[in-house]
C-alpha cells in the first residue's frame, strides 16, 4: 500500500500563509472582465496575459495520466532523470487571484487574509529546489521515514541510515510582504512595488536513526504553528484566503528545530515530539537578543485516520516587529524603556479526522497572549497584558475525482485589539468561507471562494478600510504548477 495517500490527509490542511486577491470596485457589482482589462493598468494586462499563456500552453508538453504529478514536471523535462535519481526536485508555481468586496472601499484585510486590497494580484511565482524529504509537503517524492518533520510520524519502518535533505525556496509576488525575514530579506529594490522578493526558507533536514526515528532541521523554515508551511495548493491548503489563526502566528523561523519518533505499542498509535530553539517571530536580526522556544506533540491513531498536533511557542516579544510595513517581524507591538523582556505565548491544539475516503475534518483552538510594556508609540503598541484566543473547523468533501467542496467556520476574540491589524478594534469576529477547488489538469486549479465576515465589537469598525462591521469577499484563485 501506498504511504503517501494515507500521510497527505494529515499534512497541515488549511490554507497558506500566503492569500490571494483581487477586484473591480463598484459597489455590490459582478465583475465584467472587459471593463476591468480596461481599467487595469497596463503591466497588470500583462500579468493577466503572461499567468493565462503559462497555465494553458505548458500543460501541451507533456501527456498527462492521472498518476502524474506536475510540481517539478517541467525541470525532469528540462534534466531528463538527473535531477529523479539524486532525489532532487527543482518544483515551481504561480498563484494568481481576482478579488472583490460588497462595499466601495478597495481594502480587504484583515478577513482577505494576508492580501491588502482588491484587484489582481500575482499573490506568488515561486521555485523551490529541495532533495527528499526536505521537498515535502509536495508530494515529488513518496516519504520513507517513520518522522516527518514538522508534519508527522508515520507506520513506515524506522531506517537505519542517516539521510540529509534540504529546502531553498524563492517567492516573487504580494505574498512575499508577509513572507519577509527580517534581517535577511532586507531587499530595497521593490519597497514601491506591490510585488516583493522573499527567501522564506533555506534549511536543511537531517533524518538519524537514533530513538525511534529523529529529525534535525536547521535554517529558515515555515513555522509548525498554523497549519501552513508555505505552499498554495493542497496539500496543505484547502482555501485561498487565510484563517485568522494564521495572522495570529508566527509564519517562519530562524533556527533548529528536533523531532523525536517515540516508540510505541501499534495498538496505542504513533506519537512524536519535538523541540526547538529560534530568534523568534519572522526574523534573523533578533533586536531584543532572546531566543523563542517551540515545543510540540503529535499523536497519529493506527490507522491515521485520527490525529491530534499540540503546538507552542514562547519568548520575549519586546521590540521584534518590522523595521518597516513589509520587512518581516511580529504582528505585536511592544517596547519597554527599561529594556525588560515582555513574554509572549501563542500555542494551538489541532484535531484531525477522515470521517471516509471523501470526507476530511479539521478543528482547531488557539490561544496566545502578549505581556504589556510602557511605551505608545501608536496606536498599535501594547502597553497592558493582553490575550486573544480562537477556534476554527473545517471540511473538506470530494464531489469527484477532480472536484473538492471545502467550508470554513470561524470565532476569534482579541480583547484589546492587540494584533497590529485588529488595533483600535478589540473584540470578536465571526467567519464563514466556501470554496470549490476544480483540477482541470494536473497543472491547474482555479478555486473560486467566498468568505464572510462580522465584526462584533466596541471600537471602530473592523472592515473597509475601518468603516464597516461586515464585509463580504468573492474571488477567483488560479494556481499553476510546473
Known sequence: MELW?????????????????????????????????????????????LFLILAFIFPLYSQANEDFYAPGSFADELFGDVLEKNELALI?????TLVFNDDGSDGVLPNGGLSSDEGFHLNQLALMFC??????PTTKFSPKHNLLSRITPTPAPKSESVDIGFNILAVYGTDSQFLRVSGFDDFDFDDNHDEKLSIPQWYIDVYLPY????NIMVGSFMSELAREIGYPYAPPRWFATASY????????????????????????????????????????????GSPAYLA??????????????????????????GKAPAKGGSQFFTLSSRGKDLDRFAGNVTVMHQFTPKLEAIFEFFYGSQEGGDIKAGPQFIVEDAEWYGSFIALRYQLQSDLHLNTRAEWVKDKLGANALFAGSPGEVYSLTANLDWQINPYLNIIPELKYDQYDGNGLPLFANKTENNQLLGLVNIVFKF
Not at 532533495?131 to 515535502?136: E, H, P, S, T, Y
Not at 530513538?211 to 529523529?214: I, N, V
Request: hydrophobic share 35%; net charge positive; proline share 5%.
Open 5 to 49: 495517500p494515507v500521510l497527505k490527509s494529515l499534512l497541515p490542511n488549511t490554507h497558506l500563509k500566503v492569500t490571494n486577491l483581487l477586484n473591480t470596485s463598484e459597489k455590490n457589482a459582478s465583475i465584467d472582465t472587459s471593463s476591468l482589462f480596461n481599467r487595469a493598468p497596463l503591466m497588470k494586462k500583462n500579468k493577466i496575459k
Open 92 to 96: 515551481g508555481w504561480a498563484s494568481t
Open 131 to 136: 532533495k527528499g524529504d526536505g521537498c515535502l
Open 211 to 214: 530513538f525511534d526515528g529523529m
Open 245 to 288: 489563526e494564521l495572522l495570529y502566528s508566527p509564519v517562519k523561523h530562524v533556527g533548529a528545530l528536533v523531532s523525536i519518533k517515540l516508540p510505541s505499542h501499534k495498538d496505542f498509535g504513533l506519537l512524536s515530539i519535538e523541540g526547538g530553539i529560534t530568534t523568534g517571530w519572522n526574523n534573523l536580526d533578533n533586536r531584543n
Open 296 to 321: 510540540g506533540l503529535r499523536y497519529r491513531t493506527p490507522n491515521m485516520r485520527t490525529g491530534i498536533d499540540i503546538e507552542m511557542i514562547y519568548g520575549n516579544g519586546a521590540d521584534d516587529f
